[in-house]
């Protein structure tokens, strides 16, 4: 059984910074990539960066260009988003997710439940003075 479970949020002023961290558990090699979205306080969800498992490739959402890394250990099965120059707008519950034999790309930022059938518990990150 694949699980993910998300570690790092907290509370940051702006233009601090945050780790984020999604350790992974049970994948397999037909899990491609995995990656994290946020939702705000009412607002929809939205797709924030993934990574392929294979090859590295990295995708982000306009937002959070040149702020967000999203990066990959994959001896701790671990994938991690680092969040520089936060800002109020970036608070949010942060997840991490997965799919079968879901590809990195722009389509998997997205991508829901239908596709995306392995969701972490979800992390805050409140960004405020």
């Known amino acids: 059984q694949v699980q993910l479970v998300e570690s790092g949020g907290g509370l940051v002023q702006p233009g601090g910074s945050l780790r984020l961290s999604c350790e992974a558990s049970g994948l397999t090699s037909d899990y491609h990539a995995i990656g994290w979205f946020r939702q705000a306080p009412g607002k929809e969800r939205e797709g924030v960066s993934c990574?392929?498992?294979?090859?590295?490739?990295?995708y982000y959402e306009d937002s959070v260009k040149g702020r967000f890394t999203i990066s990959r250990d994959n001896a701790n099965n671990t994938v991690y988003l680092q969040m520089n120059s936060l800002k109020p707008e970036d608070t949010a519950v942060y997840y991490c997710a997965t799919g079968f034999r879901i590809v990195a790309g722009r389509a998997f930022l997205s991508m829901g439940y239908r596709y995306l059938e392995v969701w972490g518990q979800g992390t805050l990150v409140t960004v405020s003075s």
């Open positions: 990574i392929s498992s294979s090859d590295g490739s990295t």
